[in-house]
């Protein structure tokens, strides 16, 4: 049996990925993050891409500037340019797709 909420959680970490990516260099802030990602998952909460956002930070993959007066901006380290462009391994946790190109 497939878990459902590993599968949506890991996808959405993929995507947050994604969506920080195709807004480099510049810093992205939440609320393009949050339309985004409802665009692929419509029932997305504001605290589920918070979550989502904080682990890949917490594996660096993704910088977090928290403003005092709550709100979020992201933006890749170079070590989430190197996963979303496939230069690197990707660890579990992160749907990444499989490369099927060159």
């Known amino acids: 049996m497939m878990d459902q909420a590993k599968i949506r959680r890991e996808s959405l970490r993929w995507y947050l990925l994604l969506a920080l990516y195709n807004a480099r260099p510049e810093e992205l ?3 393009p993050i949050q339309m985004t990602m409802q665009s692929i998952y419509p029932d997305v909460t504001p605290i589920e891409v918070r979550r989502e956002l904080d682990y890949l930070a917490d ?12 709100r979020w901006w992201g933006s890749l380290t170079r070590h989430g340019v190197d996963i979303a462009e496939y230069t690197v391994d990707c660890d579990p ?10």
């Open 59 to 70: 594996r660096k993959l993704v910088d977090l500037r928290k403003e005092p007066s709550g």
């Open 93 to 102: 946790g992160i749907a990444r797709p499989v490369k099927y190109w060159g």
């Open 29 to 31: 802030s939440e609320g």
